[in-house]
């Protein structure tokens, strides 16, 4: 009997003899095939293509396109060229062998045929068909696996590289359904991150919710279902009830996918940390996967492991980074941003610096000793400045003995830049209140703040040695800023009158956002600055109402 894998054998009997045909046909059905008839050389090759069988018998004397000519033309065929063919024919002899072989037939025969014969070379050429349907099968997995985890490398988010890891394994590793689980070390749960094929929202979101137990579900891992890294575990759901486990009802490779099967592969990278679990169920061809198949998965795994570290330690850079600096240029750092320019290369860009500044602190600094000053007045002014800089999408450059630079227009530069920048200021006055209110009462100082502004052209990026860089801003616009703030009252913003202009001009082309930015502007009597040209027009800022 021929047996495979994927079912019965099929194959194309070629001949234009009734009576052979029918013998033929009988013989093979005898050994479990499928038998599928062609009258001609035409025929033969429409058959072909619309079934695929895995093997054809073909008379060299076929009507309207001889034998010959019809097997040089199926193995020029993009899609039917693999399937082996056993040329039968009348004539013997070396050369009318040497003509069918060279025509691409794999073997020979000559009529009549001797049975035994032709089954052992019906066998022999469905093995060979079989191995390189594997082949080409692993072929194409190996191309899946390329595709995927290329997909994968697009994801540095952990939410969307979860979802992408369910869902290119379901779509390119043959699996109807797809489960990323995932381990909480402190809770020792085991958690749905993602999964795919699962349509039904009820299904979905009591999966979502369910949690599983590391030490509950390592206790099924056990030796009699484990092929490579994974696990073929005979059961069709992890709810924690216990049933009795038993070994898979049919060998690895050498049966249908049973309904209560579930294949577990550990997400575990090479270099040993391991993330949880891939749950997969329904395999498309409805057949336990063999050892490349499941080779491939493990590869998959790591790969998935793999991205969920760099995700890790991408969220870790980032977190690092945003302590520093504003969370867009932190994800800039990190890769997390579409700019293209390599980050810290100098760029020349508009800006707007800011500067903010204490008033009455160095008073206050000679009556305190350096651990109040620091903890009690400094990093609180610090940390609330810092994170109203951060709301409006300003960059906080540096902190200045008791004074703050902060940049507005970095990575890239936004349309409402000098209004958001303006507001930002006086959105730092109404929480500095509270603060000077706090240090009045407990130190009996009166401390005050003054912020100011500048627009301008400056260059941006790493400034320094190799041995030590600033990413900060260097132009005309920093010095202004930083003149004006020198001269700005306790309490008060004051802006120059190019930002006054562009935040004006911005507002009164934008009417839907006037509202977000109801700004003032009150000018003051033109002023010198030290190392600028002429008087400066300067202006009070306030908010309307």
């Known amino acids: 009997m021929f047996t ?23 013989l093979l059905e005898a050994q479990g095939c499928v038998v599928c008839i062609a009258d001609d050389g035409y025929e033969t090759l429409a058959v072909a293509e619309r079934q695929t069988p895995d093997l054809i018998l073909l008379d060299v004397q076929l009507p309207r396109l001889d034998g010959l000519a019809t097997v040089r033309a199926l193995k020029a065929h993009p899609t039917v060229g693999h399937i082996p063919v056993i040329l039968l024919t009348a004539q013997a002899g070396p050369a009318a062998m040497q003509r069918g072989l060279d025509a691409g037939a794999d073997e020979f025969l000559t009529q009549p045929v001797d049975e ?43 939410q969307p590289l979860l979802d992408a890891i369910a869902d290119l394994a379901r779509r390119h590793l043959g699996f109807g359904r797809v489960v990323v689980i995932l381990l909480e070390v402190e809770t020792g749960l085991l958690r749905v991150g993602a999964l795919a094929g ?27 279902y484990q092929i490579s890294e994974s696990y073929l575990i005979p059961d069709d759901s992890m709810t924690g009830r216990r049933r009795l486990w038993r070994k898979p009802t049919a060998p690895l490779g050498d049966g249908r996918w049973q309904a209560q099967d579930n294949l577990l592969v550990p997400l575990r990278s090479a270099a040993g940390a391991f993330f949880g679990l891939l749950s997969f169920d329904t395999p498309d061809d409805g057949q336990r996967p ?15 492991a793999l991205a969920l570290q760099n995700a890790a330690l991408y969220a870790d850079l980032h977190r690092h980074y945003a302590r520093y600096v504003a969370p867009a240029v932190a994800a800039q750092i990190t890769g997390r941003s579409a700019v293209n320019t390599p980050f810290g290369a100098p760029v020349e860009q508009d800006l707007v610096v800011l500067f903010a500044d204490l008033r009455g602190f160095t008073a206050l600094s000679d009556g305190l000793s350096p651990q109040i000053l620091v903890n009690k007045v400094l990093n609180p002014y610090f940390s609330e400045m810092t994170d109203v800089i951060l709301a409006y999408g300003g960059l906080v450059d540096k902190f200045l003995g008791d004074g703050i630079m902060a940049i507005f227009g970095l990575p890239t530069r936004r349309e409402d ?7 930002a200021a006086l959105a730092m006055q109404v929480a500095f209140r509270p603060l000077q209110a706090s240090w009045a009462a407990a130190l009996g100082r009166d401390i005050g703040m003054g912020v100011g502004l500048a627009a301008g052209r400056a260059v941006v990026g790493n400034i320094g040695a190799p041995q030590r860089l600033d990413y900060t ?23 120059t009158q190019e930002l006054k202009m562009l935040a004006e001009t911005y507002v009164l082309t934008h009417p839907a956002d006037a509202a977000h930015y109801p700004l003032t502007f009150q000018p003051l009597l033109p002023t010198a600055l030290k190392g600028a040209v002429g008087m400066q027009n300067l202006y009070a800022c306030g908010l309307a109402g």
């Open 473 to 495: 801003a260097i132009g005309r616009v920093v010095n202004i800023a930083s003149r004006v703030t020198d001269l700005t009252p306790s309490g008060g913003v004051w802006a």
């Open 198 to 224: 699962v349509s039904d929202p009820q299904a979905r979101a009591a999966l979502a919710a369910t949690t599983y137990p590391w030490d509950d579900v390592r206790a099924l891992l056990r030796a009699e």
């Open 290 to 304: 063999d050892a490349a198949h499941i080779q491939l998965l493990e590869l998959f795994a790591h790969q998935a």
């Open 4 to 26: 495979q894998t994927n079912g019965p054998p099929l194959i194309l009997i070629a001949d234009d003899n009734r009576e052979v045909r029918r013998n033929l046909q009988k």
């Open 116 to 158: 035994h014969e032709l089954l052992a070379r019906v066998r022999s050429l469905l093995r060979v068909k079989a191995q390189h349907d594997r082949l080409r099968a692993y072929g194409g997995r190996l191309t899946s696996l390329l595709r995927v985890t290329e997909g994968l490398r697009l994801h540095l988010e952990p």
């Open 417 to 423: 830049e000098e209004a958001r920048a303006l507001t």
